[in-house]
């Protein structure tokens, strides 16, 4: 057994609102370990974007302990979660989130300019590197007006892993991509699972979760059901298929045609 | 973070929205070049001002006849109700605080050569005379001590003179008429020019007093007495010892009011100059006001911006940015904008004042102070007035910023 990325117990969030306490979570215990490729379920309310928001360090929670890659979270300053969140941490979200008017190359760039340790000296040249490795080599003075939504998503993952980050956060990643699209961004996220980064994808669509090795159902603020995946479906395989299916179609286009 | 990239950062965003950061700059360029032009407007007039007394000679003291308080016939009765040559001499010789003492006898005359003439003023003076004006000869010489006591017909001229009279030539060595007394020209005098009433100094020719008193004149009395003090320094003892030497030439130990006056030319020429200084310190606080408002135009477009660009502080605090990290960011980018607009206007500043100073006929002077109090002013606006949004940019919850559509 390989060591704990993440070790939360008897997690807790209640947020106030006026008179009335909302528990948002009510005692969430998860350990993950270096290598997982993990799926979170959950309808919307279930508490599900809480639990992201606290492993992705920028919530902390009201009782319970969290420790990311052997470093205690809870009770963390604003900062020292700030440079956490840069160190540890690389976010995908469902929006994309790159800033606008920029091009993709300097979108990447971003996290390393944050850095405190000094620790990269090139970040243009790894930035570059970081979207080779997601396929967009050729696309880097691109900005995102001139993307399409699966290469903005391809932006935002070499974005999350220019930083070689312990733990990549995916909240949503397909929610906004058509089903072909989603696929391609899935494959993705397997393959650099099977460069050894461990992937976290909190996601409601059950043909995503498939493709994890292990997931995780919440529901009213606690999992439910916390279950490996015998035979993970392989993302690659399907986009494979998808296009063999695609030229098949197309040939018997070609024939009626003729 | 480095300083390059936040600069960089910076910048960029500046340059993503041209037209509102040109609009925003707008305010610190009017507000710094407005301030310029005030500044340069009100310290070219200072400097004329200042130029004109020291035109009026160093440290000159003038003694006229009569007291402008007094009149009536009590004066009427005094003998000593004029200044003559003894006055002149008594002061020479007794006061201890003065440099220089000329007497001036004034006269109207018709100066002729064997080209035209020209009617201008004669003064008979001392060689004291140009000393006590701060004046020079260009051409020539005054005349001197043996000049005076020999009575020599000799004359200095103005430049007014040598103009009209002796276009192309020197005229030193000439024989000119003053009225029907032939004289020979000595010298030429610098060009002065005008005084701030508009009096052409330099229509004039200075002969010896003796000589005047002599043979153009003929009065024993004095238009004034010229005399220059040691120091400016020494200036009111100065009057106060000339008016004792003057109470006790004309009798007046005993008692009586003045019946001369000593007088300070620099005096009303220090009060115009201080009078110029309160309106460029008025002009210049008017002036800044805009650039007040100025930075409030920086504010607004930066409150505006935050709320703008809301989804963006939190993806950079997503990725690992501190509260500290975005402040700089928006601060950086408040000051680089006011900055901006300080040089800019700095520049329309000098241009407009150089304009208003060719078309208006000013004379305009921007001090090198003025410079840097403005670009430091409008960088210094920049930060207060930067400050209250960025401070709002760093508090932002990243997951509501996130969130925020």
């Known amino acids: ?258 | 973070m480095k300083t390059k990239s936040l600069l960089t950062m910076a910048g960029g965003s500046i340059l993503k929205n041209k037209m509102r950061t040109m609009l925003t700059m707008l305010g610190i360029v009017i507000g710094v070049g407005a301030v310029i032009v005030m500044v340069a407007v009100g310290n070219g007039a200072q400097t004329q001002i200042e130029a004109q007394i020291k035109n009026l000679g160093t440290n000159l003291i003038v003694i006229t006849p009569g007291s402008t308080a007094a009149g009536g016939a009590s004066q009427g009765a005094q003998t000593f109700n004029r200044l003559t040559i003894a006055d002149a001499d008594k002061i020479k010789s007794d006061a201890t605080l003065l440099s220089a003492v000329s007497p001036v006898i004034v006269t109207r005359t018709q100066v002729i050569t064997g080209k035209g003439n020209w009617r201008t003023e004669i003064n008979g003076v001392s060689t004291d005379y140009l000393t006590i004006r701060d004046w020079n000869v260009t051409s020539g010489s005054l005349f001197s001590d043996d000049d005076v006591n020999a009575k020599r017909k000799v004359a200095v001229l103005g430049a007014t003179i040598v103009k009209n009279l002796f276009p192309d030539t020197d005229p030193v060595g000439s024989q000119i008429q003053l009225g029907h007394v032939p004289f020979t020209v000595i010298g030429v005098l610098d060009a002065k020019g005008q005084t701030s009433s508009g009096v052409d100094q330099d229509d004039v020719v200075l002969v010896p007093y003796t000589t005047a008193q002599d043979r153009l004149s003929g009065m024993t009395f004095l238009g004034q007495i010229l005399a220059s003090a040691q120091s400016p320094n020494d200036m009111v003892a100065a009057q106060e010892e000339i008016r004792g030497i003057m109470r006790e030439s004309h009798g007046l130990l005993g008692g009586g009011a003045d019946d001369f006056t000593v007088r300070d030319q620099t005096a009303i020429a220090q009060a115009a100059t201080s009078t110029t200084s309160v309106m460029t310190g008025l002009l210049a606080a008017i002036a800044s006001i805009s650039l007040v408002v100025g930075g409030i135009g920086i504010m607004n477009i930066m409150l505006v911006s935050v709320t703008e660009r809301t989804r963006e502080i939190g993806i950079r605090m997503a990725v690992g940015a501190r509260g500290s990290d975005v402040l700089t960011q928006f601060l950086v980018e408040s000051v680089v904008m006011s900055l901006l607009g300080g040089v800019v206007g700095l520049a329309i500043g000098f241009g407009g004042a150089a304009i208003l100073g060719h078309v208006m006929g000013w004379s305009t002077s921007t001090p090198l102070i003025a410079v840097f109090v403005a670009v430091g002013f409008s960088a210094a606006v920049g930060v207060f007035f930067g400050f209250y949004p960025a401070k709002k940019a760093a508090a932002l919850d990243p997951i509501q910023a996130l969130r925020y559509e």
């Open chain 1, 1 to 258: 057994m390989s060591t704990p990325v993440i070790e939360i117990s008897g997690v807790k969030k209640i947020y106030r609102m006026g008179e009335t306490e909302v528990f948002a979570l009510r005692g969430v215990d998860l350990t993950v370990t270096a290598g997982e490729l993990l799926a979170v379920m959950g309808s919307s309310g279930s508490g599900k974007s809480t639990l992201m928001n606290i492993l992705g360090c920028l919530d902390i929670p009201t009782a319970g302990s969290y420790v990311l890659d052997g470093i205690r979270v809870d009770g963390m300053s604003r900062n020292d979660l700030a440079d956490l969140r840069n160190r540890k941490l690389g976010f995908v979200f469902q929006g994309f989130n790159l800033l606008p008017r920029t091009s993709a190359v300097e979108n990447v760039e971003l996290p390393l300019l944050y850095d405190r340790t000094a620790r990269w000296t090139n970040t243009r040249q790894l930035a570059a590197e970081a979207l080779e490795r997601v396929g967009l080599g050729a696309r880097l003075e691109h900005q995102p007006s001139e993307l399409s939504g699966g290469q903005q998503q391809r932006v935002a993952i070499a974005r999350a892993l220019v930083t070689q980050p312990t733990l990549l956060l995916a909240d949503e990643p397909t929610g906004n991509l058509d089903s072909r699209t989603s696929i391609e961004v899935m494959a993705l996220f397997q393959a650099l699972n099977e460069q050894g980064i461990t992937v976290i994808i909190v996601t409601h669509e059950p043909d995503i979760a498939q493709y994890a090795h292990r997931v995780i159902e919440v529901r009213d603020g606690r999992i439910m059901k916390d279950h490996a995946v015998a035979a993970p479906r392989s993302a690659a395989d399907d986009v494979a298929r998808l296009d063999a299916e695609a030229a098949e179609l197309a040939a018997g286009v070609t024939k009626e045609a003729a």
